[in-house]
C-alpha cells in the first residue's frame, strides 16, 4: 500500500521556521521524482519545489532562496526546510511522488504563518 505522510507544519510567526517531513512507503522511493505543492485557500494548487532521483533541484521563484527541498533515500523520507516565512506562504501543503508510471500524493499538512 503506497503511502506519503507529511508532518512538520503548524503555526509560525512571521520571518520564522518550519521543517516538513513526508515519509514514504509501498514504493522504491529512490526510483521517484519528489514534489511539495502548496494550496491556499481559494487558490490553485502550485508547485512549490523538486527534487529529481538524481538530487537537482528546481524552485518556485516564490520560494527560492527561503526554502530547500532534500531527500533522504535511505530513509525513503522527504524534506521541506523553510525559512523566512511571510503569511502568504499559508497553505497545506502537499507531498508528491511522480514517475511516468504512478503519480502519488499526500494528504497534507497545514502551515499558518500569522503574527
Known amino acids: 500500500q503506497v503511502q506519503l505522510v507529511e508532518s512538520g507544519g503548524g503555526l509560525v510567526q512571521p520571518g520564522g521556521s518550519l521543517k516538513l517531513s513526508c515519509a514514504a512507503s509501498g514504493f522504491t522511493f529512490s526510483y521517484y521524482a519528489m514534489s511539495w505543492y502548496r494550496q491556499a485557500p481559494g487558490k490553485e494548487r502550485e508547485l512549490v519545489a523538486t527534487?529529481?532521483?538524481?538530487?537537482?533541484?528546481n524552485y518556485a521563484d516564490s520560494v527560492k532562496g527561503r526554502f530547500t527541498i532534500s531527500r533522504d533515500n535511505a530513509k525513503n523520507t522527504l524534506y521541506l526546510q523553510m525559512n523566512s516565512l511571510k503569511p502568504e506562504d499559508t497553505a497545506v501543503y502537499y507531498c508528491?511522488?511522480?514517475?511516468?508510471?504512478?503519480?502519488?500524493w499526500g494528504r497534507g499538512t497545514q502551515v499558518t504563518v500569522s503574527s
Open positions: 527534487i529529481a532521483r538524481t538530487g537537482g533541484t
Open positions: 508528491n511522488a511522480y514517475n511516468p508510471a504512478n503519480d502519488y
